[in-house]
């Protein structure tokens, strides 16, 4: 009969990882989707937007578990498998797992092809993608809905933004007022170089580019102000190249409106007539 010491069985390290990782996920998960998700950008000033954010939501809650893994299985990886003797000396090679590569193989395969099919829905669904055109470059919203739609004209140009309201005898204002609740059909272009409009919060981006006119939806939903980017590298001073932009009541619209065609009736009457595209004299001026 032996005398020796009992053996201590080997501890199930996986059952360990994968309950520490469970535990945390369960907490982590909630916090990110319903204390930090409201705070995700771009918020709900528009359809637009809010679809935007609650992809990014859906996206955070999806990666957690990933990040979480990674994190709990390098903590526990430094707790437990240190080296632990007053001799320092390489540990013994890693000849690696299959039951943890097949793990992680499996899952992220999983999340991927999940996250496609949901992109996929999205894209030929009512509601199209981005700004609302949809996954036919010419799809734009009904009819009716444009019925009563607000035209605007974004120009960019080294290195500012200005804004033409062609149903308001064309006025060119170096500020952006829209009204709350109306569609708004914005018409992006350039005079120089490439540009591209950002309305942040409202989740509306398109390329200004010089000779073309690039469409864009957005129904404001709420009434406050929000931030106005160039996204495309345009020059030296293309950092600064921001502004504010203001949704307005319906009312208050209409009287701020009137005002700029009464302040700049002067420069009005100087600009060339009303086009979805400009082109600055000289023609090609920088060649």
Known sequence: MSTGAATVPEPHHGRRI???????????????????????????SSQQSTDQHDVNVLLTALAAP???????????????????????????PLEGDARVQTTWLVLTTVIVLALAVVGTAELFGE?????????NPIAKPSSNQLANAL??????????????YPAYGGV????????????????????DVAHSFWAYELAVKADAIPGNDNVAYVVPTKVRSFQLRCAELCGLWHGHMNTTGRVVSQTDFASWIAQQQATYAGVTKSLPP?????????????G
Request: charged share 10%.
């Open 274 to 286: 009303y086009s979805h595209v400009y082109y600055p004299q000289p023609l090609r001026r920088a």
């Open 151 to 164: 035209q605007v004209q974004v120009i960019g140009q080294q290195w500012l933004w200005t804004f033409r």
């Open 127 to 135: 509601n199209g993608v981005g700004g609302g055109e949809g996954p």
């Open 66 to 92: 990933v990040l979480l893994f990674i994190w709990v299985f390098f903590a526990y990886s430094i707790a437990v498998f240190r080296h632990r003797g007053p001799q320092l000396e390489d540990g013994p």
């Open 18 to 44: 994968a309950g520490i990782w469970a535990a945390a996920t369960a907490i982590v998960v909630p916090i990110l989707i319903w204390v930090v998700g409201p705070h995700i950008p771009p918020g709900h």
């Open 172 to 191: 060119e204002t170096p500020e952006l007022v829209l009204p709350v609740d109306r569609q708004v059909v914005f018409h992006v272009t350039a005079l």
